[in-house]
């Protein structure tokens, strides 16, 4: 079954750097949830105003159904996604479910995706440094201590693996690279 890979974790922890690299290291479509954000969320976050739950369920659900469309196509795909809250995962691999993406029918069973989440998890201090030194995003470091706030570390039975955004980014494409191929055998 194909595998739906979404890099996850608070902003400036990597995702958009390590989810391009190991999508061009295994030919996987790599897909930047920063790209789907409505207009409206960018000027909200560029503004310093951190998103709500409103704010980031439809854009959620429509990642979801990009994933799904990889999916039902058999293809593997990498999306780098915050996906800070535990509901905000249970929309991305259920449309519907744990969130009112409002395309459901009550009798309809959400699709389910093969989703592995990988956490890109390390100290504040070294992510505000990384931030710091990043030019050209709309996303202020000043909204990193809100990103911690609302993140719910991925636990059981969420399929996830964390790996520490202390190594280089190349090592942790090599992590998770081979994490996924003992996926495989
Ligand atoms: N493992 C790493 N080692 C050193 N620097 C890194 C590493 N990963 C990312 N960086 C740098 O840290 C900054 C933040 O990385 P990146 O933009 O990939 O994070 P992000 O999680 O996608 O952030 P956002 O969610 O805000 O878009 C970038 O300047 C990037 O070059
Ligand atoms: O859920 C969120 O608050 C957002 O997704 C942010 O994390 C940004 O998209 C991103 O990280 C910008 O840099």
Redesign the pocket.
């Known amino acids: 079954m194909a595998l739906q890979l979404v890099v996850m974790g ?4 990597g ?2 750097t390590v989810g391009s690299q190991l999508g061009d290291k295994l030919g996987w479509k790599f897909y930047d ?2 790209d789907y ?1 409505p207009e409206e ?1 960018r000027k909200k ?1 560029a503004a310093g105003i ?2 709500n739950d409103q ?2 369920i439809p ?1 959620l659900c429509h990642l979801h159904d990009i994933l799904l469309r990889e999916q039902a196509s058999g293809q593997n795909a990498i999306l780098a ?4 809250k535990k509901m ?1 995962r249970c929309i991305l691999e259920n449309r519907g479910t744990g969130g009112d993406c409002g395309h459901l029918e009550e009798h309809e069973t959400p699709p389910s995706l093969n989703i592995l989440f990988v956490h890109l998890a390390g100290p504040m201090s070294l992510i505000a440094k990384r931030l710091e030194k990043r030019k050209g ?3 202020p470091p000043a ?1 990193l201590q ?2 911690f706030d ?1 993140l719910e570390p991925p636990s059981p039975p969420e399929k996830s693996i964390t790996v520490s955004l202390e190594k280089s980014a190349s090592e942790i494409v090599s992590e998770i690279e081979e994490y996924i191929k003992n996926l495989n055998c």
């Open positions: 608070v902003s400036g922890s995702k958009s949830g920063d954000h969320n976050m951190p998103l704010d980031r854009w996604c915050s996906a800070l905000y995003h709309f996303m909204l809100s990103q609302t």
